[in-house]
């Protein structure tokens, strides 16, 4: 936002997806604007999950493997694969970096299709309950750099499905692993809104969702739920309307020091950065969300 178009004010509330870690730009417009601004993205629940993203990235995970089945097609780049092969074919081998929601849908889809699934985690306890769920049909594994390497190189579709709360997303892909993969291979870059977490991604739009870096097909969209708007609004609707009414109702302050879930959602407060790992990697100071509404 250019000073003169400025279309916030510090008598305003925004409450949205932010990631702020992908954006330095909407980041310092944001504290320019002076406003209230909670991310949907880092309120939790008493469980510490993420409730009002986890809707959209149950979408994110399913379309992971309906887009990559469709860029595994020739038309499209990929090496001409049907993801579930047919009796006598062996299917395509698809690669799940991460166990979280996204992974763990993408894995449903995947198996679902009759895919030859490998899942990697870096928390145990994720991989077990995965296991537990999907049985041995899904292969997990415990995702060290050699082990992500030596599933990489072998996969046909790979889902780059993993998160750090708030943080910019971790390269674990290198742009000399993707020119060792498979031609015709598809990566799926679903950590896109949070930076990526493939070397080589860049964002792209629904318009044009793919480009092919060494032979290699990347589909890294923004905001991929948008494909199918009316199922991604009516599931984001269902888990963000308590939130909104309570701050309607109570007035953004009550209902901030009222529910420490919402409170942590509090990113960007009257121009400070009250989000740590935002702060960290800007490089700003982190002012605790309390100090920030108390100014």
Not at 21 to 32: G, H, I, K, P, S
Not at 137 to 147: F, I, Q, S
Not at 187 to 200: E, K, M, R, Y
Request: net charge neutral.
């Amino acid at each position: 936002l250019a000073p003169e178009r400025k279309m916030l004010r510090a008598d305003q509330i925004l409450f949205t997806y932010l990631h702020l870690a992908a954006d330095r730009n909407q980041t310092v417009n944001l504290m320019n604007s002076g406003a209230v601004c909670i991310a949907y993205e880092t309120v939790t629940d008493a469980q510490g999950r993420l409730p009002l993203l986890a809707p959209m990235s149950q979408v994110a995970g399913r379309l992971s493997i309906q887009a990559g089945a469709h860029s595994l097609e020739k038309a499209h780049g990929g090496a001409g694969i049907l993801l579930g092969g047919v009796p006598g074919v062996a299917p395509a081998k698809v690669l799940v970096i991460g166990g979280g929601v996204v992974g763990e849908n993408a894995v449903e889809i995947a198996l679902g299709m009759g895919a030859e699934v490998v899942v990697l985690d870096l928390n145990v306890d994720v991989l077990a309950r995965l296991r537990h769920r999907f049985g041995v049909a899904l292969k997990t594994v415990y995702a060290t750099n050699d082990a992500t390497e030596r599933y990489l190189l072998d996969s046909d579709l790979v889902v780059g499905a993993v998160l750090v709360p708030g943080a910019a997303a971790p390269k674990l892909v290198t742009s000399a692993q993707v020119e060792r993969m498979k031609p015709g291979a598809v990566l799926v870059d679903v950590a896109i809104d949070q930076g990526g977490c493939f070397q080589t991604s860049v964002p792209t739009t629904h318009e044009a969702p793919t480009y092919t870096v060494a032979g290699v097909v990347h589909y890294c969209v923004a905001n991929m739920p948008s494909a199918v708007p009316r199922t991604a609004t009516q599931a984001l609707n269902n888990v963000t309307l308590p939130f909104g009414l309570a701050i309607a109702d109570k007035g953004y302050e009550r209902a901030l020091a009222e529910d420490p879930h919402l409170l942590r959602g509090l990113n960007v407060c009257k121009g400070r950065v009250t989000n740590g790992p935002v702060a960290r990697h800007f490089g700003y100071d982190c002012v605790a969300p309390t100090t920030a509404l108390a100014a």
